[in-house]
């Protein structure tokens, strides 16, 4: 027992990059935590509804491929990434019109390691990133461990809006300040589960060529439309000026992490490297076994099935939102992907609302995370990806319940002091 | 002193005990973090134990295969409020720490604040007032009359609740309207307590049958000035002194405060008591816990410590005295 009373419980807390100091415990991660359990109806995570995969046939395939090539399957791989694989990742991505070289294809461990190389050999602190507002929760968490400044560019019904692109890179040139790339969900939005369509995305592109900015085309969620073939990605009309982040998370499972970015070669020789100190190599085994699973497995019927699944999901949230929220709500009527963002009535904040919602037994991502400044409590996103309809149908009857009894509140407190005497 | 042999009977004796841990409130994190301590550091004194959560498998758990003696370490609503201890009684299942109707009285903040000033403590001077209040005499009136009756800068917390979740400080008039929403998330009813300035000390009481004992008491030093969730859970943000740098004078009023609020509210076994000492050297009462946070940032661990106890000991003690209070 030490004779000193003063107990920091952390002796090198003052020895922790500046890049740490905003990671810390938070009411918002506490009820994350209740939120997991299954009491509560969880609209929160985007996790994939794995339970529709082919489970006994993935099974079969990852047990036939250690008694097979286990002394490949369990070894140490190349940095870029399995050849075979990379192949297969050439064949998914002409499904969006891209044509692309297997050599060009780096494989990571999920989309989300992608983006964070991505960062790493483009940001110093200080730079500039520019993002759509809002933007994806992980991304900015990404850009933000790297001291990235994010400046958000405003969306509306159709994604990212041109003319506020142009004005925000003019701005900050004026401004002196160096941009280092648009980082952007085109297709199905997380959160804002929006889509840009196909003349804006010239738009897009055309001012990124004549900026001479870099674009991070995050794209997770483009084969899961509910109508009509996927959108052409904007990497298939710029091979030079977009890196493309693709992901097995969503088509196959999550819990594979395999990823991957197609990028130009300089760019390309650098995420290798990257990728080689951050992890050596992304796992041999999940890598193998998405590749056996896309040479052996009808993985295109499979997407059709997920799509059917979460068709299904979004129309019962859509139904049931209509059916009981309160007036002076909306929110977005996505045409795929997982999520469904929904603005509050005036006055109201998402992530005060939160622990009421909790008590409720319901929960969701407060509108907050999406924004580097941590604004947009006007916001919440919920997910429809995980729940079946029956329980996303109660989920969003709690919810418009929580909502009713915030506005109460809101009514009840809104107008003091200011319209009080003194 | 226990010698091995008779430590090694004693948790032998003991057989198989449980300790709840997790449960449905905004405090089930810390709790799964408390339950974990425990458990282990009851299997490091010998004790065959483990943790489960209170959820719809316990009761047939219990049942079906009931432990000695159940450890509650469910914090906030659901562990503190007495219904999880209530359920045990139903189910005959001794238990660690207090009696049902002692933690309602001890969880509700308002009643334990009256409950220990008739018992000669001062508390922090407040007032307790229900959502419906504000809604049907009108919020600007109401908070009005607060503010000029307790002036600023003020507190707002849950009537009932821990981890200072949805409480916290007011400093002007205009912050009070997002305060009193914050913490009617939370809870419908809140208490608003007169801002109680001074050192913030944490002060444990033991009682393993020779009566209650206070542990040293604990300072509490927040890097920002403020012991708000982030503080208490993010090691390194909060400093703690214990014993707390006290007088020996202040050291004793506290320590007797504790004794006091843990009698004055009927507790049993453990409990841990909040308090502010003023720059004059009066002691003010905040709350008491009866089912204390045990984690690695936790008080009631470093006050065990700081009076040289082992952990494990004392949890394994208690669990002994609760097995034999069956018969």
Redesign the interface.
């Known amino acids: 027992m030490s004779n000193d009373p003063r107990q920091r419980l952390d002796r090198y807390v003052d020895q922790y990059a500046a890049r740490a100091r905003t990671m810390v415990a938070s009411e918002i991660r506490a009820l994350f935590a209740v939120a997991a359990r299954p009491e509560i109806v969880s609209l929160a995570g985007g996790m994939p509804y794995i339970t529709a995969l082919p489970l006994d046939a993935v099974g079969e395939l990852a047990g036939q491929l250690v008694t097979d090539c286990g002394a490949v399957a369990l070894q140490y791989g190349s940095g870029q990434g399995d050849p075979g694989l990379r192949e297969s990742i050439c064949e998914v991505m002409a499904l969006e019109g891209i044509r692309a070289h297997p050599d060009e294809v780096v494989v990571t461990v999920g989309s989300q390691q992608a983006l964070d190389l991505m960062t790493r050999i483009f940001i110093d602190p200080g730079d500039v990133v520019l993002a759509e507002a809002p933007s994806y929760v992980g991304a900015l968490a990404t850009f933000a461990s790297y001291q990235a400044s994010v400046v958000h560019v405003p969306m509306d019904d159709d994604g990212i809006i041109p003319e506020a692109l142009e004005e925000t890179i003019a701005r900050l040139a004026a401004a002196g300040k160096r941009i280092k790339f648009l980082y952007s969900v085109p297709t199905f939005h997380n959160p804002a589960a929006v889509t840009l369509p196909a003349q804006r995305r010239a738009r897009v592109l055309d001012i990124c060529r004549r900026s001479d900015l870099l674009l991070i085309e995050d794209n997770p969620y483009g084969l899961l439309g509910f109508d009509g073939e996927p959108q052409r990605a904007l990497r298939a009309d710029s091979a030079d000026g977009v890196v493309y982040l693709g992901s097995f998370s969503k088509t196959i499972a999550s819990g594979l992490r395999v990823g991957w970015a197609l990028a130009p070669h300089g760019i390309r020789d650098k995420l290798v490297l990257a990728a080689e100190s951050a992890v050596l190599c992304t796992s041999s085994l999940a890598q193998l076994m998405v590749r056996e699973y896309l040479a052996t497995q009808p993985w295109q019927d499979q997407i059709k099935v997920f799509c059917e699944l979460y068709a299904e999901r979004r129309d019962a949230m859509l139904s049931a939102l209509e059916a009981s929220m309160p007036t002076g709500c909306r929110w977005t009527r996505p045409g795929g992907g997982f999520y469904v963002w929904l603005k509050l009535p005036d006055g109201l904040n998402s992530k005060v609302m939160l622990p009421r919602a909790i008590s409720a037994r319901v929960a969701y991502v407060p509108g907050t995370g999406f924004y580097a400044d941590g604004s947009g409590s006007e916001y919440l996103r919920l997910s429809f990806c995980y729940p079946e309809p029956a329980r996303i149908k109660e989920g969003v009857r709690r919810l418009a319940g929580v909502v009713e009894a915030e506005i109460e509140l809101r009514d009840t407190f809104g107008s003091w002091p200011a319209d009080t005497p003194a | 002193m226990i010698s091995d042999h008779m430590a090694d009977s004693r948790a032998a004796e003991l057989g198989h005990i449980l300790i709840l841990a997790g449960g449905?409130?905004?405090?089930?994190?810390?709790s799964?973090r408390s339950g974990d301590r425990i458990r282990d550091a009851l299997r490091g004194a010998g004790v065959d134990a483990d943790a489960v959560d209170a959820?719809a498998a316990l009761i047939p758990l219990l049942t079906s295969d009931p432990p000695t003696a159940v450890f509650p370490a469910i914090h906030g609503k659901d562990g503190e409020d007495g219904a999880i201890r209530e359920v045990l009684g139903l189910l005959g299942i001794p238990y660690v720490g207090s009696a049902a109707h002692a933690c309602r009285l001890a969880f509700d903040k308002p009643v334990a604040k009256a409950l220990v000033a008739a018992a000669g403590l001062t508390t922090p001077e407040s007032v307790t007032l229900p959502?419906e209040t504000?809604?049907d005499l009108g919020?600007?009136a109401v908070?009005?009359r607060i503010v000029a009756k307790l002036g600023l800068p003020l507190f707002v917390k849950p009537a009932r609740g821990g981890?200072a979740?949805?409480a916290g400080p007011v400093r002007t008039?205009?912050e009070?309207?997002?305060a009193?929403?914050?913490c009617?998330?939370?809870g419908d009813t809140a208490l608003v307590e007169r801002f109680a300035q001074g050192t913030e000390v944490a002060v444990g009481v033991i009682d393993l049958g020779d009566g209650p004992q206070p542990l040293p008491a604990v300072?509490i030093v927040p890097a920002s000035g403020w012991f708000d969730?982030?503080a208490?859970?993010?090691?390194?943000?909060?400093?703690?002194?214990?014993?707390?740098?006290l007088s020996d004078q202040s050291a004793r009023a506290v320590a007797a405060a504790a004794v006091t609020a843990h009698t004055a509210l009927g507790l049993r076994d453990l409990s841990r008591s909040d308090l502010i000492v003023d720059p004059s050297g009066e002691v003010f009462f905040l709350e008491a816990n009866v089912a204390p946070g045990m984690t690695?940032?936790s008080t009631l661990p470093?006050a065990l410590?700081?009076a040289?106890r082992d952990f494990g000991v004392l949890c394994r003690d208690l669990l002994f005295l609760a097995a034999n209070r069956k018969s």
Not at chain 2, 24 to 30: A, G, K, M, Y
Not at chain 2, 235 to 241: D, Q, V
């Open positions: 449905l409130s905004p405090e089930r994190e810390v799964l959820d959502r504000f809604h919020a600007g908070l009005e981890s979740l949805g008039a205009d009070l309207p997002a009193m929403i914050s009617f998330a939370y300072e969730y982030a208490r859970y993010t090691a390194g943000r909060t400093e703690y002194y214990a014993p707390a740098r690695d940032t470093m410590e700081a040289g």
